[in-house]
């Protein structure tokens, strides 16, 4: 009976501290992209069960511009009340401020609040290539050394780096193709104006499955379960080309404590929702949650310095 009662006080508990989170006033997510996207879809299945579970209304706000620090200096400009949040990749805490002068610290002046699932690229060419497996790609652009390039849906990411680590270990000579965003580098690549590319997830998994490009490897440190028969480039022996970041929720460094803990009781609830489980592997992402603040900022900072070293290696700007 004790135990009963001690079950019944915690979960009571829990509802009160996911009430108490906010005031009893609109929940405004910022996403710093346009509609559409990775983050964007994120926020709306988040938004749509946090709605649920507080009965409090959620706006999802886009915030694109400038790889993401528009919507970032959104977040730092409201209130640092836990009422406005910004879900986004880890990319803009430790990819992007390599590249673009930001007016605040990635690293000091916002924090993670809890990661939902993880992302890594994919390397990919459209079908009609003639390489049927990534030694055969190899092979195929050596035949071509220096004349062959690559596409990333956008400079200073993940995209870039992964394609020129690549073309330095294996000694390809690409040349870089930069878009402004996934759908037109992945126009490029199927129609033949490039010919590879490392891209996220979420766009390529549907023309993959779909008969349109072709994958080679994955960037994780496990196959995904989307691409259970594509090997990863640990695999494949270039252990230097995981990348894998986390998508989540973000809220200012001053944000105080007592809200962050109830912020973390929340949306731990949110997160491990079955419907969002499921939406988030839908869309080709894999459900992770982690409501660990310090945790998260220990891996962002080894990510930022891990890119902070391709970036200077690599000598990369953004024009």
């Given at each position: 009976m004790d135990m009963k009662r001690r079950t019944l006080a915690l979960l009571a508990g829990c509802a009160l501290a996911c009430g108490a989170a906010w005031a009893a006033q609109p929940i405004k997510l910022i996403v710093p992209a346009p509609p559409g996207g990775t983050m964007d879809i994120v926020a709306r299945v988040v938004g749509q069960q946090l709605s649920s579970d507080t009965g409090q209304t959620v706006v999802v706000e886009n915030k694109p511009g400038a790889g993401g620090m528009i919507g970032m200096q959104a977040l730092l400009s409201a209130p640092a009340d836990g009422q406005t949040l910004l879900v986004g990749a880890s990319n803009l805490l430790a990819e992007i401020p390599h590249v673009i002068k930001t007016s605040f610290?990635?690293?000091k002046d916002v924090v993670p609040v809890a990661s939902f699932a993880r992302s890594g690229v994919v390397l990919v060419t459209a079908a009609s290539y003639p390489a049927q497996d990534f030694q055969s790609l190899?092979?195929?652009?050596k035949t071509r050394k220096g004349q062959t390039s690559f596409a990333s849906y956008s400079p200073g990411t993940v995209s870039q780096y992964a394609g020129?680590?690549?073309?330095?270990k294996a000694g390809l000579d690409m040349q870089h193709v930069g878009y402004p965003g996934s759908p037109p580098a992945l126009q490029a690549v199927l129609g033949g104006q490039v010919d590879v590319m490392f891209d996220g997830?979420?766009?390529s998994v549907p023309l993959i499955k779909a008969g349109k490009l072709r994958a080679y490897a994955f960037s994780g440190p496990q196959r995904s379960r989307h691409l259970p028969n594509v090997p990863t480039t640990t695999e494949l022996g270039y252990p230097d080309l995981q990348?894998?970041?986390?998508?989540?929720?973000?809220?200012p460094a001053r944000l105080p404590a007592d809200v962050l803990a109830r912020l973390h009781i929340a949306i731990e609830k949110v997160a491990k929702a079955p419907a969002v489980q499921q939406k988030l592997s839908d869309v080709g992402l894999e459900p992770e949650v982690i409501t660990d603040t310090a945790a998260l900022q220990r891996e962002t900072r080894a990510m930022s310095e891990r890119n902070a070293g391709i970036v200077k290696k690599y000598g990369i700007t953004v024009n």
């Amino acid at each position: 009976m004790d135990m009963k009662r001690r079950t019944l006080a915690l979960l009571a508990g829990c509802a009160l501290a996911c009430g108490a989170a906010w005031a009893a006033q609109p929940i405004k997510l910022i996403v710093p992209a346009p509609p559409g996207g990775t983050m964007d879809i994120v926020a709306r299945v988040v938004g749509q069960q946090l709605s649920s579970d507080t009965g409090q209304t959620v706006v999802v706000e886009n915030k694109p511009g400038a790889g993401g620090m528009i919507g970032m200096q959104a977040l730092l400009s409201a209130p640092a009340d836990g009422q406005t949040l910004l879900v986004g990749a880890s990319n803009l805490l430790a990819e992007i401020p390599h590249v673009i002068k930001t007016s605040f610290d990635p690293l000091k002046d916002v924090v993670p609040v809890a990661s939902f699932a993880r992302s890594g690229v994919v390397l990919v060419t459209a079908a009609s290539y003639p390489a049927q497996d990534f030694q055969s790609l190899l092979a195929q652009l050596k035949t071509r050394k220096g004349q062959t390039s690559f596409a990333s849906y956008s400079p200073g990411t993940v995209s870039q780096y992964a394609g020129l680590v690549l073309s330095d270990k294996a000694g390809l000579d690409m040349q870089h193709v930069g878009y402004p965003g996934s759908p037109p580098a992945l126009q490029a690549v199927l129609g033949g104006q490039v010919d590879v590319m490392f891209d996220g997830m979420l766009t390529s998994v549907p023309l993959i499955k779909a008969g349109k490009l072709r994958a080679y490897a994955f960037s994780g440190p496990q196959r995904s379960r989307h691409l259970p028969n594509v090997p990863t480039t640990t695999e494949l022996g270039y252990p230097d080309l995981q990348f894998r970041g986390w998508v989540g929720l973000i809220a200012p460094a001053r944000l105080p404590a007592d809200v962050l803990a109830r912020l973390h009781i929340a949306i731990e609830k949110v997160a491990k929702a079955p419907a969002v489980q499921q939406k988030l592997s839908d869309v080709g992402l894999e459900p992770e949650v982690i409501t660990d603040t310090a945790a998260l900022q220990r891996e962002t900072r080894a990510m930022s310095e891990r890119n902070a070293g391709i970036v200077k290696k690599y000598g990369i700007t953004v024009n």
